[in-house]
């Protein structure tokens, strides 16, 4: 999914690799030790791990309850003619779960620019 955000690359990362800036938005709490991060929501916590980053440009984690290799990162794109910057998000749900999880990424990402004053 894409979605444009009008922020900096280098604000919208701090929300997207951090546990401060993910809470903000992402989940009610994250703590993280090294490459574990842990989500809270309604109480009920997720492990993921940080596998992979580059400042600035993208994070991508898994979930340690997961079976298979699926993963969910978040892709900061932009556009060298128009500036633009957008937040491309790679995310595996269950093929019954796929509306909802797009549900999902929108009403979390209409958090996300509330918390950064994006339109």
Known sequence: MEFVIQASPQ???QYLATPSGL???FADNVNSRGEKFIFI???AEEEAKMIKRKSDE???F???DADDDAYFEMKI???EI???VSLFITDFAE???VEESKMLWTNQVSSLKQVLGSK
């Open 82 to 84: 128009t500036k633009d």
């Open 11 to 13: 604000m919208l990362y």
């Open 62 to 64: 898994t979930w340690e």
């Open 41 to 43: 929501w309604d109480g």
């Open 77 to 79: 794109i932009v556009d």
């Open 95 to 97: 093929e019954d779960e």
């Open 23 to 25: 809470s903000e938005w």
């Open 58 to 60: 993208f994070v991508k």
